[in-house]
């Protein structure tokens, strides 16, 4: 018989685990999180089994009002167990919902 998932079990990829993470922290109108370690083979930081280099796009409303280093902090703060555990860079695009659709 196997075990139902249960709130307090962790997501099986960092990839998921940040998404997650970045869920609860920021309530995020729009999130993409994506495994980009493949393409820092050879830097610093790489491991061969990867989940070390990460890019994020994060729209949420919590970013109104916040300089783009506030943002930035904040991601970071939020991650930390992350880095601890491994991880070596991240990519951010974080945008308040206005300014994700000035994009557009």
Do not use: K
Not at 6 to 17: G, L
Not at 25 to 37: G, K, N, T, Y
Not at 52 to 66: E, M
């Amino acid at each position: 018989m196997q075990d139902r998932p249960t709130e307090t079990t962790q997501p099986a990829s960092r990839a998921a685990r940040i998404e997650a993470c970045l869920r609860r922290a920021f309530a995020p109108e729009a999130i993409a999180v994506e495994d980009d370690s493949a393409r820092h083979f050879g830097h610093a930081g790489y491991r061969p089994e990867g989940e070390t280099h990460y890019n994020v796009r994060l729209v949420a409303a919590a970013f109104r009002g916040q300089s783009r280093v506030a943002r930035s902090r904040a991601v970071h703060a939020a991650l930390v167990e992350e880095f601890a555990g491994g991880m070596h860079a991240l990519s951010l695009r974080l945008l308040t919902p206005e300014e994700a659709a000035a994009e557009r």
